[in-house]
């Protein structure tokens, strides 16, 4: 299994600039997780998705972020307009299910920054 | 609302000496509590979980119990190699009574193990 796949792994852009972050969770995982990563605030929850369907996205910091998983094997974050302060590691992860005992299987991450 | 408290790192020890990383949690329900590692550079990964009181988790000589009364789940290892060296991060997963799904993650403990 190829596990979790995110593209690209690194990203510098300009402020102002759109950033797409893209995430392929593992054949048969139900469920998919975006978490930001900074040394200031730890791991955070953005969004997470059951089904193609987003079930809470209460984590995602302003209006200029959205995500979308028009599929069971896609998924976007995106950032318009980016700003320095978004600079940070992106993860995605996915699982089986939304049942409490399951893990959750992370990419290698999306390091972002944004000038 | 849940949350996990995990001791401040790094944590630097020499090589074959005890590992402990304190963690502790609050929950609104019966959560599954979890370890995960993350090595420079990568995605977490699960290291060992447990899901009910008193369960043992362990994984590649770490272990940690399920302790209800002291609300805790400490990581131990008995003698850390240098490929031990990433940070831990404690976790758990936990229904609301409204039935959303919630991860939550500890801070992370960076741990660093000398020769």
């Known amino acids: 299994d190829a596990g979790v796949i995110q593209s690209p792994r690194h990203e510098v852009t300009e402020m102002g600039q759109e950033v797409t972050l893209r995430c392929k969770p593992i054949?048969?995982?139900?469920?998919l997780f975006w978490y930001r990563q900074t040394m200031m605030r730890g791991l955070e929850l953005l969004i997470y998705?059951?089904?193609?369907?987003?079930?809470?996205d209460s984590g995602m910091p302003e209006d200029r972020f959205s995500a979308k998983m028009p599929n069971a094997s896609f998924s976007t974050l995106k950032i318009q307009p980016s700003e320095p302060r978004d600079s940070a590691v992106y993860f995605c992860?996915?699982?089986?299910?939304?049942?409490?005992?399951?893990?959750?299987?992370f990419g290698p991450g999306t390091r972002l920054t944004v000038l | 609302g849940d949350s996990v408290t995990q001791m401040e790192g790094p944590v630097t020890l020499s090589e074959e000496a005890f590992l402990t990383i304190n963690c502790t949690y609050t929950?609104?329900?019966?959560?599954?509590l979890f370890w995960y590692v993350q090595y420079p550079g990568e995605g977490l990964q699960l290291l060992l979980k447990?899901?009910?009181?008193?369960d043992k988790g362990s994984n590649k000589g770490f272990e940690a119990t399920y302790r209800k009364e002291t609300t805790s789940f400490h990581l131990e290892k008995g003698s850390v190699q240098v490929s031990d060296s990433a940070v831990y991060f404690c976790?758990?997963?936990?229904?609301?009574?409204?039935?959303?799904?919630?991860?939550?993650f500890g801070r992370g403990t960076s741990l660093i193990v000398h020769p």
């Open positions: 447990a899901t009910k009181a008193d």
């Open positions: 929950a609104t329900g019966y959560p599954s």
């Open positions: 054949s048969g995982h139900n469920s």
């Open positions: 992860a996915s699982s089986v299910g939304l049942a409490e005992d399951n893990e959750q299987f």
């Open positions: 998705f059951n089904n193609n369907v987003p079930i809470d």
């Open positions: 976790a758990l997963s936990d229904r609301e009574t409204g039935g959303s799904y919630i991860p939550t």
